[in-house]
């Protein structure tokens, strides 16, 4: 899991650092504007690099629930073996 981790920041971090930055939604629609249909493999670059973070961003916040929703879960084992209601939770 730490290795997945580590890997979402690192590609994170090198999509800001690339030769074609990945830019923000708001960068993209101000690119569209003015460039009036020019650059168009830029732009294609540039929405792939943005796609790739939006991905990556979802595995990364999917992680974090997975990870509480599993301490959330031991806990409740652990309070239940100790003889209490779990609804009280």
Known sequence: MKDLE????DELAMLD???VAT???DYLEQFVKANHGSSDYL???MSKNYGYK???LNMQEML???KKNQYYGKFKANYKSLGNDVRTI
């Open 6 to 9: 580590k890997y979402l920041e």
């Open 17 to 19: 650092r690339s030769i």
């Open 23 to 25: 830019p923000s939604e």
């Open 43 to 45: 732009l294609m670059q």
């Open 54 to 56: 939006i991905a990556l």
């Open 64 to 66: 974090v629930t997975n």
